[in-house]
Nanobody, 119 residues
Framework: QVHLVESGGGLVQPGGSLRLSCAASGFIFSSYAMKWYRQAPGKERELVAR????????TYTDSVKGRFTISRDNAKNTVYLQMNSLKLEDTAVYYCNAISVRVPVREYWGQGTQVTVSS
């Protein structure tokens, strides 16, 4: 059974930091690219960051470049999102996503973790 379990969300002041984790089980983690998405109230879900299966290639949406870092530990089946210099507009539910790099394409989602940036 596939599980993606996010943790590390919470309430933080502007300028603060949080580190999200997503623990995966039930599939071959090293064969999947991993992504972090977020969805703010009243807005569409947006892709925040992506990391390839080996961990050597990362991409970010423009609004988080230089502030967020995605990484993964394939030995621990875990992907991380280090979020620094948090802004009010980073407030959202953050979701972990796994997508296979080989066919057939399979995709899995976590349940989400709330990040609230507020003074």
């Amino acid at each position: 059974q596939v599980h993606l379990v996010e943790s590390g969300g919470g309430l933080v002041q502007p300028g603060g930091s949080l580190r999200l984790s997503c623990a995966a089980s039930g599939f071959i983690f090293s064969s999947y690219a991993m992504k972090w998405y977020r969805q703010a109230p009243g807005k569409e879900r947006e892709l925040v960051a992506r990391i390839n299966s080996a961990g050597g290639t990362t991409t970010y949406t423009d609004s988080v470049k230089g502030r967020f870092t995605i990484s993964r530990d394939n030995a621990k089946n875990t992907v991380y999102l280090q979020m620094n210099s948090l802004k009010l507009e980073d407030t959202a539910v953050y979701y972990c996503n796994a997508i296979s790099v080989r066919v057939p394409v399979r995709e899995y989602w976590g349940q989400g973790t709330q990040v609230t940036v507020s003074s």
